[in-house]
C-alpha cells in the first residue's frame, strides 16, 4: 500500500486521514519486519547481556534522534518512542533467547 497524494494534494480531511492511514499501515509493516530481525539475532547472542546490548542500545538512540532531527522532528519524542519500542523487542528477543538456550 503506497500514498497517493502529497499533502497539498488532498482536498479534504477524508483524503487527509486515507493518506495518514496508509503511511501508519506502511509504518507498522516495516516494525514487523524489524522485530522478524530481532528475533532472528537471538541466535546469534551468547548470553543475556548480549541480548539487551546496552552500548548498542545507547548508540542506536542516539542516532535515531539525529535522524529525527534531520527530518524536523522533536527529537525527544523519537527517542522516547524508540526506547519504549526497543525494550519491548529486547523483552521479546530474551523470551526467544531462553527458550533456545
Not at 500514498?3 to 486515507?18: G, H, K
Not at 522485530?35 to 541480548?51: E, I, L, M, S
Not at 548498542?56 to 519524542?77: H, N, T, V
Request: proline fraction near 4%; aromatic fraction near 8%; hydrophobic fraction near 40%.
Amino acid at each position: 500500500m503506497t500514498t497517493s497524494n502529497l499533502p497539498d494534494e488532498c482536498r479534504d480531511m477524508t483524503d487527509i486521514r486515507r493518506e495518514i492511514d496508509a503511511i501508519d499501515r506502511l509504518v507498522i509493516a516495516l516494525i514487523g519486519r524489524r522485530f522478524k530481525y530481532v528475533q532472528a539475532a537471538a541466535k546469534f547472542k551468547r548470553n543475556p547481556t548480549d541480548v539487551a546490548s546496552p552500548d548498542r542500545f545507547k548508540a542506536m538512540l542516539a542516532e535515531r534522534r539525529s535522524w529525527a532531527q534531520a527530518e524536523g522532528l522533536c527529537p525527544d519524542a523519537i527517542e522516547k518512542m524508540y526506547a519504549d519500542l526497543v525494550n519491548h523487542f529486547i523483552a521479546e528477543e530474551l523470551k526467544t533467547w531462553k527458550a533456545h538456550h
